[in-house]
């Protein structure tokens, strides 16, 4: 019988549906706002996010909201609680649970460890009772072969400290997102060859560690990074490339049973990452991939919108427009129905 958490992880990833990651912390949100001018106030934040929240349809295309701390006991514009506007538009309020990485001991250079496990069955139980449906914990994996890494010591924490939180969030009431990112912005070339074997490297720490602790796979899901080339390397790969890597990883390491596939977008542009989503959902099909094949992307959606916004209540609804059309580009993405001519017309679906 199929428990809530179960019922919950797949509505995440319903058809057409992803997730918008806006958990950026109040360091990473300033940083945004300052190139464009717009202050970094609690304020600020509020109105960008309240402007996210509020566009027309959302509840259409996103299945659920990751927020961070300061966001989910905040309210909106309209005098509700975040959360009560989201589950308004019939999405699940989400919870970022990690707080941050640092650098791991006596591991390679580069090498961090994502930490918040101290105390986190308290938060896990304070963010329920605040309405928080789901969570996210992310882990980050760089690559440099010349230094050796990534080391098996630094997959092996990460990947254990990834099962802990999940089995924590399920022993709570909380989806897990399972965020296994292999970096593709660091500071050494890296081909997409290497890209690949390191995903499966990574891929298969995490599940071992998830079975070791009894993580329910039909109750999680999973947030990967595609397999694309380090953005130091000078080399490209086709849409086709990335799609057949990425799906023949996952097929290769991720188990049946687990609920969904949402990925980040991981730097790409955003149509970028709009058409490797696609190509992948085409590929999975054709291959009778075992998971819904989706989004939850950060920059890659709001991008477009922020840069309309500017902090200005003027501009809230050209901003919403940017959100909204990229939300449904990644939406038929989503569903193997996207194209460029698709992309070019505003989002109009054309018949198939």
């Known amino acids: 019988m199929s428990s ?109 460890i994502t930490e918040g496990l101290d105390g986190l069955a308290k938060r896990v139980d304070e963010y329920v009772k605040m309405g928080a449906k789901f969570a996210k914990w992310r882990a980050v994996v760089a690559i440099d072969a010349k230094s050796g890494i990534p080391t098996d010591a630094a997959l092996h924490a990460n990947a254990h400290a990834l099962a802990r939180y999940a089995a924590i969030c399920q022993a709570g009431g909380l989806v897990p997102i399972v965020e296994p990112e292999v970096l593709s912005d660091g500071n050494a070339a890296q081909t997409i060859e290497q890209s690949h074997a390191v995903h499966e490297r990574t891929l298969h720490h995490v599940f071992n560690e998830l079975h070791r602790l009894n993580v329910k796979f039909e109750e999680m899901v999973l947030k990967p990074s595609m397999i694309v080339p380090g953005q130091k390397s000078g080399t490209t790969a086709s849409v086709g490339e990335v799609a057949e890597r990425t799906l023949t990883v996952l097929l290769h390491t991720v188990p049946a049973a687990v609920a969904g596939i949402a990925f980040l977008s991981g730097g790409q542009g955003d149509e970028e990452a709009t058409a490797h989503l696609n190509e992948i959902n085409i590929l999975g099909r054709a291959r009778n991939a075992p998971w819904p094949l989706t989004f939850s992307y950060g920059r890659a959606l709001q991008q477009p919108a922020l840069h309309l916004w500017l902090g200005h209540e003027k501009n809230v609804a050209a901003a919403q427009k940017a959100l909204h059309h990229r939300a449904r580009m990644n939406s038929l993405a989503a569903q193997g129905k996207w194209s460029a001519d698709v992309e070019n017309e505003g989002g109009l679906v054309l018949s198939r």
Do not use: C
């Open 4 to 112: 809530e958490l179960a019922t919950n992880a797949k509505a995440m990833v319903a058809p057409g549906k992803g997730v918008l990651a806006a958990d950026e912390s109040t360091g990473t949100a300033n940083k945004r706002f300052a190139p464009l001018g717009i202050p970094e106030t609690e304020e600020m934040r509020r109105n960008y996010r309240d402007m996210l929240f509020t566009m027309p349809d959302f509840g259409s295309f996103f299945s659920g909201v990751i927020l961070y701390d300061e966001t989910i006991r905040q309210d909106g514009r309209n005098g509700k609680s975040f959360v009560d506007v989201l589950r308004a538009s019939n999405s699940f309020p989400g919870i970022k649970l990690d707080t941050g990485t640092h650098p791991l001991p006596l591991a390679g250079p580069d090498e961090k």
